[in-house]
């Protein structure tokens, strides 16, 4: 069974940093893919970025690049996404995802980016 529980969550200033953390369990999580999403209140949810199975391969959305790495450690099965620079447009729910069964959602993380 699938359990992904995300944290780290907190509320900055703008230009903070803060480090999430994604622990997995339910299945082989050095197989597959990991994804950080995000939702805003009131808005759909949205790709932050994605990692493949060994961490070679990492892709961001264009609101986030050069601001967040995405980073994985399989020996420990967590997912992690280092934010700098945050921004007020930052604030929101973050979801760690997983291919292997991409319908199974957390809790999720509150980052909430305020002066």
């Known amino acids: 069974q699938v359990q992904l529980v995300e944290s780290g969550g907190d509320l900055v200033q703008p230009g903070g940093s803060l480090r999430l953390s994604c622990e997995a369990s339910?299945?082989?999580?050095?197989?597959?893919?990991m994804r950080w999403y995000r939702q805003a209140l009131g808005k759909e949810r949205e790709l932050v970025a994605s990692?493949?199975?060994?961490?070679?391969?990492?892709n961001y959305a264009d609101s986030v690049k050069g601001r967040f790495t995405i980073g994985r450690n399989n020996a420990r099965n967590m997912l992690y996404l280092q934010m700098d620079n945050l921004k007020p447009d930052d604030t929101a729910m973050y979801y760690c995802?997983?291919?292997?069964?991409?319908?199974?959602w957390g809790r999720g993380t509150q980052v909430t980016v305020s002066s």
């Open positions: 990692i493949n199975w060994g961490g070679a391969v990492r």
């Open positions: 995802n997983t291919v292997f069964e991409p319908n199974y």
């Open positions: 339910g299945f082989t999580f050095g197989d597959y893919a």
